[in-house]
């Protein structure tokens, strides 16, 4: 008797009403492996922000928990599944306190229990999103035949295993799940510093990436930048627009497109009118993942100048739109591109200051269009990162052919990465 192909996915992320972008990755990682699935329910946990007071009233705590299991009915999402949101009570703790990690994994742990009725999932498979408040509040309640298996993305998890009663539950999930996985290199190697004794359950899967839609035409001059991401230091996008301004200098006919938001928006406005660029630089501001891939269709480079990336994700979406791209080599990045990097476009120093920027972007002036390989890149992201690559690399673990007792070994194209 085959065992039904029910999956559980709890995570913390995932776009909704208040916070559309958030847990875009998660909402790729269900679509595309639900579709294989009898049935995929997500169980999301969205932080309501209390007082500390209200958050730990005795009578509040009890009218949440009575609530819970009505208020988070089941609607359709992606891919055929369907997505439960729990209120998540969260008192608004001093980022200073001891307790942050560990406490904000308790409060998901029991809103997901109420939610439950105190009983265990029912799905033989689980799947958690970041390590405590999705890991550690699924293993709250998980069955002894549960299968659990956990996705580390926060590029913050060192800040997370710094406290130590977080340490020492991130520790209980590490030892009671199936597998564990990170969505890059850097996160792994984090996790095995932290925790050698687990090193034979982390590998690494990564997000899926989308390769369906493919723009109109090609790629034919390099005039239309375009940056994917926040608007703060570590991105790099200061440099970038006096980088920018520098190129435009030799070439009227530069646009650029900054499209995300953050503390360095306002700042970027006003440096872009003290250098003559406000008809030539556009705002966009957050937009929707579908909204950016499309903007990546109509653009000629991208422009990724970050200091440091866990998963080159922006990159490889804008390989798979068919740009060209300039970016700085990241471990992320790195990794993504390795053994195409030259025919997916140039990559510079980390540290990259506007010289660098601008030197770069000429370098692959002079390499545009025929000293690259962007079909070829394409071909070889896709077979790395697509939907149909990621999810094979999941149901491989969920799905053993040789039963839930006996686990294959990872898929070495995804998983397992050393």
Known sequence: MHERRDVAVVTPWYPSRERPFRGAFVQAMVEATAPACAQLTVYHGEPWHLSGALADHESVRAAHVKLLPHASQPLPTVGGAVLRCLPVLVDRVPKTSVLLWAGLARRHGDALRAALGGQPFTE????????????????????????????????????????????????????????????????R?????????HTDKIDTIPNPISFAAQRMQPVRTLRRWLYVGGLKESKGVGPLLEAFARCRASDPNLRLTLA?????????????????????????????????L???????????????????????EAIAAGLPVLATRTEGTRTVLTGIE???????????????????????????????????ARLVLASRYDYQAVARAHHHHWFPPDGPGHPPAPDRALGGVR
């Not at 984090?190 to 925790?195: A, E, P, S």
């Not at 970027?268 to 937009?287: H, N, P, Q, T």
């Not at 269709?297 to 994700?313: A, C, K, Y």
């Open 189 to 197: 190697r984090t996790l095995l510093d932290v925790f050698p004794h």
């Open 260 to 292: 995300g938001d953050g503390a360095l928006a306002r700042p970027l406005r006003a440096r872009a009118g003290e250098l003559g660029l406000s008809d030539a630089v556009r705002f966009a501001g957050a937009v929707p993942p579908d909204q950016a």
């Open 124 to 187: 033989p498979v689980v799947h958690a999103h970041v390590g405590l408040r999705g890991g550690w509040a699924a293993l709250q309640s998980c069955g002894p035949a549960t299968r659990l298996y956990v996705t580390e993305h926060a590029s913050f998890v060192a800040d997370v295993l710094a406290e130590p009663s977080a340490r020492a539950m991130y520790d209980a999930v590490l030892h009671r799940c199936s597998r564990f996985f990170t969505v890059g290199e850097q996160i």
């Open 342 to 376: 030259n025919a997916a476009g140039v990559l510079i120093d980390t540290d990259a200051d506007a010289t660098s920027i601008a030197d770069g972007y000429r370098k692959l002036c002079a390499r545009f269009p025929h000293d690259l390989g962007l079909p070829h």
């Open 294 to 316: 499309q903007l990546m269709r109509e653009h000629d480079l991208l422009v990724h100048p970050s200091q440091g990336e866990t998963f080159g994700m922006t990159v490889v």
